[in-house]
């Protein structure tokens, strides 16, 4: 039964948020003018699955400009920490495609 209510309230924390960040808001959020690829993928590997180490691991990424992003995107409310401290799982409030911005410099 666990599954089936964490189903529901990421469910009903997608709903809300979509109706607080418009998808091209939160794509300037996670994906601003100048970063990469690899910005939006970690912000979309946040689904409540993976502890942020988990997600540097998998991605490769520098630990402490990460570090610095998740706490942005926490502090904006886009991302939510499921548990205490850096082995909390990472909750985004919806996952997002690649802006149309990047898919050009995503192909080369």
């Known amino acids: 039964m666990g599954n089936?209510?964490?189903?529901?309230?990421?469910?009903?924390?997608?709903v809300v948020a979509r109706?607080?960040?418009?998808?091209?808001?939160?794509?300037?959020?996670v994906c601003p003018p100048g970063s990469t690829a690899k910005q939006?993928?970690?912000?979309?590997?946040?689904d409540g699955t993976r502890a942020q180490g988990d997600i540097?691991?998998?991605?490769?990424?520098?630990?402490?400009?990460?570090?610095?992003?998740v706490a942005r995107w926490v502090g904006v409310g886009v991302v939510h920490r499921l548990g205490a401290g850096r082995e909390g799982r990472l909750l985004h409030v919806y996952p997002l495609d690649l802006p149309a911005r990047q898919k050009g410099r995503a192909k080369k």
Do not use: H
């Not at 089936?4 to 997608?14: G, K």
């Not at 607080?20 to 959020?29: G, N, P, Q, S, V």
């Not at 939006?40 to 946040?46: E, G, S």
């Not at 540097?56 to 992003?69: E, P």
């Open 4 to 14: 089936v209510t964490e189903d529901l309230l990421r469910a009903i924390l997608s």
């Open 19 to 29: 109706q607080t960040f418009t998808r091209e808001a939160l794509t300037e959020i």
């Open 40 to 46: 939006l993928q970690a912000y979309n590997l946040c």
């Open 56 to 69: 540097v691991k998998a991605l490769k990424l520098d630990t402490g400009n990460f570090s610095r992003t």
